[in-house]
C-alpha cells in the first residue's frame, strides 16, 4: 500500500517535471539541471560573476550552476564541491567530499592562492520525509557556508546560498547580518513555488 502511494506520487513528480517549462529549456539548452536557471535569475539579478571571478560551487553536482559560471568565466579560477560525482566541466576543478569536513575545507583552500571572489552554495540535505527536519538540516549547511565564508571569501566578495523559510530561519539570517554588511533574500522564478526555499546574497564581509 505504502508502496504504490509512493510511486504514484513519483509517476505524477515525473509527469510535472516534464511539462515544467525550466526542465525543457534546460534540456534545449544542454544544461545538466533546471537548477541552472536559478543562478542565471541570481546573478541578473545580484551581478557577481565576471570572467575573472575566483568561483567556488558548494553542492555543486548535477553541475548545472557551474556550467552557467564556466560559460561567464574566463580568466578567473573556478572549483567546485559535492559528495557526489560530478562529470567534467572544462575548467572547473571538481573535488568529490564532504564539504563538511576539515579536509575538504583545506582542499579548496589550497586551490585558491588568494581569498575568494564569489561562493555559491546549493547544497540540500537528503530529504528524510519529515519537512521540518529537512529544513533545519539544510539550513545548518547554509550556516556552516556563512562561516566558511568569513575565512576564505575576499573582504569585497559575495556569498550566495541556498536555505528554507522554516523556523531557523531568522537565526541563519541573523548569522549572516553579523558577518556581512549586505544581506538579501530573493526566490528566483525558477524556484518551485511549492518549495520553501530561498536564496541569501551576502555581500562584503564585516571584519577580516
Ligand atoms: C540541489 S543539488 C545542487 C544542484 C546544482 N546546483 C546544479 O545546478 O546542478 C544539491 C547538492 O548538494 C550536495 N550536498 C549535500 N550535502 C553535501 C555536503 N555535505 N558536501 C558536499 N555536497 C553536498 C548533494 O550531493 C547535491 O548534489
Known sequence: MRK????????????????????KRSKTLGYRSRSAFKLIELNKKFNFINKNTNFLDIGSCPGGWSQVASQIIDIGKMVSVDIKKMNEIKNVKFINADFLTNETKDKISLLFANRIDVIVSDMAANTTGNKNLDCIRTNMLCADVINFSTEFLKKEGVLVAKLFMGEDFI??????????????????????????????????????
Open 4 to 23: 504504490s502511494k509512493k510511486s504514484k506520487k513519483s509517476k505524477s513528480w515525473v509527469i510535472k517535471q516534464h511539462r515544467d517549462q525550466f526542465y
Open 171 to 208: 537565526e541563519v539570517k541573523k548569522l549572516a547580518k553579523k558577518k556581512f554588511k549586505r544581506v538579501d533574500f530573493f526566490k528566483p522564478d525558477s524556484s518551485r513555488d511549492e518549495s520553501k526555499e530561498t536564496y541569501i546574497h551576502c555581500k562584503s564581509l564585516k571584519t577580516l
